[in-house]
């Protein structure tokens, strides 16, 4: 029943207190609803109650479904949390021995720095006395140089003006170079340029080598023996004019003089000439010898005269050794002479100068120290 139908029995019900509406009273009855619509309403709403059911128990399975394997989950990670504190505490002891490790290390770091800083300091200690030992040994072969120096030389220079030996001399400045150019310091280049400058003046000013000059003079004296003497009978050129000689002609038939051996004097005097030239052979050798150029060649003009004065020039022997001694003087030309000893005095000088310097160094601070 509708409402409608409960509101105009209502209304027509006798004995109530309101009256009738004449309006209402005339309004025709409507047609009676059909009974099947609440019956479809009724199992509508039994299907959307059916379906709800339904969905909530379906959400009830779900969410118990959905517990279990939550519980499961969380079993798993209850498992895996358990086993990462297991983990993380060995971890952590081990970060703990490690942190130990490391203090100890640090601790044995400290030890081996403080160490290698003292044997840094130990080590300049060294470094510094074996430089300074290293400047003493310098020092000391410095100076042992220099003295090497200068006594080479002091030895050229005397072997030069004693002897004539140019060879001899340019060795000794060529070591006394090769000495000086060892030693470290360059205050001694100038004396070392000064050495060289001596050296190459030794060198040019050098004569010939004395060996095959001795050996050709020992061949004139061996062959000496065997010269022939001008012939007693043959007039000499002072005999062909001149008073003197006319004066000695005519007096030579008066006077006669003879050895106590019964030989006469032409021939005395002809063997002492013989000895005379080879006196002065050997007196050419000496000079040669000494490397004295002049005293040698002094000595080979004499024999060359006494062979002119004496002997046959006229013999091809003779002629031969005559041409051999102008040989010998032709190869003793004597050099231009050398002024040696400037760069000893430069030496001496500036090894007077180096001397100086450490006692002025010393002095320096004892006067300063006065008040």
Sequence with gaps: MSQDDLTSDVRTTPGMGTPPDPARTRRPAPPARPAGGTLALALLLALIAIIGVGYVAWRQWQLLHINAQA?????ALEERTNALEHTLSATTSQGNLLLQRLNDADQVNRSLREELLSQDQRVRDLEEAVGKLSEKTL??????RLDETESLLRMGTERYTLFHDAQGA??????????????????FKGVQQS?????????KSQSADPAPLLDSVMQLRNALSTLPFRPLDEPTAQESGGVWSRIWHALKNVVQI?????????????????ELVALDL?????????????????????????????????????????????????????????????ALSELRNLRAVHALKPNAENGAPSNGAKP
């Design 139 to 144: 020092s000391g072969q410095d100076a042992m």
């Design 282 to 342: 050997a007196q050419a050798q000496a000079g040669l010898l000494a490397w004295d150029s002049d005293a040698a060649a002094t000595a080979l003009k004499r024999a060359d005269a006494g062979l002119a004065a004496q002997f046959d020039m006229q013999s091809p022997a003779v002629q031969q050794a005559h041409q051999r001694i102008a040989t010998l003087l032709a190869q003793l030309k004597p050099g231009a002479p050398v002024k040696l000893g400037a």
């Design 258 to 274: 003879r050895r106590d051996n019964g030989a006469p004097a032409d021939i005395a005097d002809a063997r002492i000439a013989r």
């Design 71 to 75: 519980l499961r989950t969380t079993a």
């Design 170 to 187: 340019a060795q000794a400045f060529a070591l006394a170079g090769q000495t000086l150019a060892g030693v470290n310091d360059n205050a």
């Design 195 to 203: 050495i060289e400058a001596e050296h190459e003046a030794l060198a």
